[in-house]
């Protein structure tokens, strides 16, 4: 547990020293989770270097280790310096020719990794590269839909920040549990775009306790009434805060920032 806190606190200070923001933290209530010590597999850079065979799950078109979402190199790291690392964020034909012929080469990132804040400016950290089939396979802000110039902007404006911030309500759910497996694997592949889309279509506000959470956008989640492939329709889905999801599953973690955005701006009843 101390050994946890401690990689994190590092890590944090290495991205306040760089001027970076950094607007959520590892901090997990869930016991379980510490027990696990899954985090401190990674290094301070947030990167787990797979020697062998693991587990990555597909849900929703994405990746996710041990119920973190992580974003996925081969071996990019011994390319020079200015050369760029493409990252993976779904299973595009890529990644999955890669991960059968060179597993001992992958490496996973965590969404907060230093190698994602755009505003670094040490030398030492190698510019990324999102993958085009990956955000083709996600439909990231409707890329799919969009024009060949408009296309070229999307991919240009992707911010793993942002992605972050639609998927990290999602993450929580899944290493509170919550969620049977059947539904996680039918889960469709656009799952990312049906979040940009109805948490905004929903205002960033919680239909329990009317909180909006657009200065906090990790707040809010998104509960399917129905699965509907390619279908993103507002009526179909419910929008919710994690502190009302918590009174129904009290494994649902916040921290101590989360808790005093919802003590300041939940409405009083
Ligand atoms: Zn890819
Ligand atoms: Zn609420």
């Not at 062998?52 to 992580?70: A, C, D, M, R």
């Not at 190698?126 to 089939?133: F, G, R, S, Y």
């Not at 799952?191 to 948490?199: G, H, L, S, T, Y």
């Not at 657009?214 to 399917?224: A, N, P, R, T, Y």
Request: net charge positive; proline share 2%; glycine share 2%.
């Amino acid at each position: 547990m101390v050994k946890i806190k401690y990689n994190f606190n590092k890590m944090n200070g290495a991205l306040k020293e760089a001027g970076a923001e950094l607007n959520f933290k590892y901090k997990f209530n869930n016991p379980n989770f510490y027990k696990n010590s899954i985090i401190s597999q990674f290094n301070e850079d947030g990167m787990l270097t797979v020697n062998n065979e693991i587990e990555i799950n597909f849900f929703g078109g994405l990746n996710f280790y041990k119920n973190l979402i992580v974003l996925a190199s081969f071996n990019e790291f011994k390319k020079k310096k200015n050369e760029e690392i493409l990252i993976h964020f779904s299973k595009c034909e890529d990644y999955e020719l890669n991960y059968e012929k060179k597993t001992h080469e992958l490496n996973l990132h965590l969404p907060t990794s230093n190698i994602f804040q755009d505003d670094i400016k040490n030398k030492n950290f190698q510019k990324h590269k999102p993958c085009e089939k990956c955000l083709k396979i996600i439909n990231w802000n409707n890329i799919n839909k969009a024009e060949d110039w408009s296309r070229r902007v999307i991919l240009e404006q992707f911010s793993v920040k942002n992605f972050y911030e639609h998927i990290l309500p999602f993450q929580k759910e899944l290493i509170a549990n919550i969620h049977k497996n059947d539904f996680l694997v039918n889960l469709p592949l656009n799952f990312a775009r049906i979040n940009e889309v109805i948490k905004a279509q929903k205002k960033w506000t919680c239909e329990v306790c009317k909180i909006n959470t657009s200065g906090m956008k990790q707040l809010l989640h998104i509960e399917i009434k129905n699965i509907l492939k390619d279908n993103i329709n507002s009526s179909n889905y419910n929008s919710i805060c994690t502190s009302c999801l918590k009174h129904r599953h009290n494994e649902i973690s916040l921290n101590k920032n989360e808790i005093e955005f919802i003590k300041q701006f939940k409405p009083k009843t």
